[in-house]
Antibody, heavy 118, light 109 residues
């Protein structure tokens, strides 16, 4: 069964760049779509975007100017970069697998809390 | 900006039946929105329950079902168990972009 694990700094300063990596085990990243979702403390889920193993991607329009999702097939990892962060970007960030472009995510990581603060 | 609306909270008695709904600000929800449903318990990652309106994952309890109802996506829980108490989120597809609903807090009481 596929497993996903997020990793990266838990604290980022305002105006800097948030960078997270998701390591996939139990299956190859060279298929499927791979997503990032976030959840501010005490609030609901927000879809950030996805990348297909071919490299094509799609992002939430409200974040599109600041977000990049990339793949590293040699390491079976995919990554999230979010630039110019503010306190509003404080959230638990989840990585997840999306079987097709028309299906939601089936397998999720446990999530990692990123706090934006000076 | 597209908004997906769910009931903020619902209460159901153990053994009862409850239906959660998911509406789109763009109009009626159809199968072309590929509705998904997720369950989230405190401190845990969301768990996928339903995809493409009514399809279940291998781990989805048989007492849960997804459908389209009155222009909305719907999740029905029958024979509700105490462990069904959780937050439930729907997810809709808008031509390459996904939007989550605000979530429904289901209380089993």
């Amino acid at each position: 069964q596929v497993q996903l694990q997020e990793s990266g700094p838990g604290l980022v300063k305002p105006s800097e760049t948030l960078s997270l990596t998701c390591t996939v085990s139990g299956g190859s990243i060279s298929s499927y779509y791979w997503s990032w979702i976030r959840q501010p403390p005490g609030k609901g889920l927000e879809w950030i975007g996805y990348i297909y193993y071919s490299g094509s991607s799609n992002y939430n329009p409200s974040l599109k100017s600041r977000v990049t999702i990339s793949l590293d097939t040699s390491k079976n990892q995919f990554s999230l970069r979010l630039t110019s962060v503010t306190a509003a970007d404080t959230a638990v960030y989840y990585c997840a697998r999306q079987p097709t472009v028309h299906s939601g995510s089936d397998f999720w990581g446990q999530g990692t809390l990123v706090t934006v603060s000076s | 900006q597209t908004v997906v609306t769910q009931e903020p909270s619902l209460t159901v008695s153990p053994g009862g039946t409850v239906t959660l709904t998911c509406a789109s600000s763009t109009g009626a929800v159809t199968s072309g929105y590929y509705p998904n449903w997720f369950q989230q318990k405190p401190g845990q990652a969301p768990r996928a329950l339903i995809y493409s309106t009514s399809n279940k994952h291998s781990w989805t309890p048989a007492r849960l079902s997804g459908s389209l109802l009155g222009g909305k996506a719907a999740l029905t829980l029958s024979g509700v168990q105490p462990e069904d108490e959780a937050e439930y989120y729907c997810l809709l597809y808008y031509g390459g972009v996904w939007v989550f609903g605000g979530g429904t807090k289901l209380t089993v009481l």
